[in-house]
T-cell receptor
């Protein structure tokens, strides 16, 4: 019963380096999200996906790219990391039933990223 | 677009005292409302949710919340706080856009400290 799994859990990057964060869910959910959490800012939506092959921008998309090639995976990429991207990143997924009644989101444990 | 306001950044209560965490939302129609809890270093766990029907909803760990449409509020309550309730609490609103996508927007969070 894995739910939502994020890898890696911790990472330190140098400014300008690139990396990809992986989110995998085993609940067959349609929707997947990437958030970043910063002190005093709550969770802010970076990008989201409403299904395989589709992505959309959230509140703070600059400096990030995403891909959803498989329904169960949602990748978040940083092409050229900056210190401002130091944050804790959370992935989440939610389902969409025909009555739109079961749309709670399930979260991963987070990835703590430090850019030096 | 929807928004969520949690007016209290930090609340301190004594163990055994009652608790109320405030949440106000902005959305044109009836939204989906959630309360999540985050313990230090952990992901987010769903406490309760409101989609429709009875405006008083019960959640896990003895929490409840009341939806008040006239006040655009969804306040979280607990009659008697335990030391283990110390955590950060996030109110969230989910809503569908005209394009059919679903977004979950979070408040900035309220940190709860419990005095033994």
């Amino acid at each position: 019963n894995a739910g939502v799994t994020q890898t890696p859990k911790f990472r330190v990057l140098k400014t300008g380096q690139s990396m990809t964060l992986l989110c995998a869910q085993d609940m067959n959910h349609e929707y997947m999200y990437w958030y970043r959490q910063d002190p005093g800012m709550g969770l802010r939506l970076i990008h989201y996906s409403v299904g395989e092959g589709t992505t959309a921008k959230g509140e703070v998309p600059d400096g990030y790219n995403v891909s959803r090639l498989k329904k169960q995976n949602f990748l978040l990429g940083l092409e050229s990391a900056a210190p401002s991207q130091t944050s804790v990143y959370f992935c989440a997924s939610s389902t969409l039933d025909r009555l739109f009644l079961n749309t709670e989101a399930f979260f991963g444990q987070g990835t703590r990223l430090t850019v030096v | 677009a929807q928004s969520v306001t949690q007016p209290d950044i930090h609340i301190t209560v004594s163990e055994g005292a009652s608790l109320e965490l405030r949440c106000n939302y902005s959305y044109g129609a009836t939204p989906y409302l959630f309360w999540y809890v985050q313990s230090p270093g952990q992901g987010l766990q769903l406490l309760l949710k409101y989609f429709s029907g009875d405006t008083l909803v019960q959640g896990i760990k003895g929490f409840e919340a009341e939806f008040k449409r006239s006040q655009s509020s969804f306040n979280l309550r607990k009659p008697s706080v335990h030391w283990s309730d110390a955590a950060e609490y996030f109110c969230a609103v989910g809503a569908y856009s005209g394009a059919g996508s679903y977004q979950l927007t979070f408040g900035k969070g309220t940190k709860l400290s419990v005095i033994p």
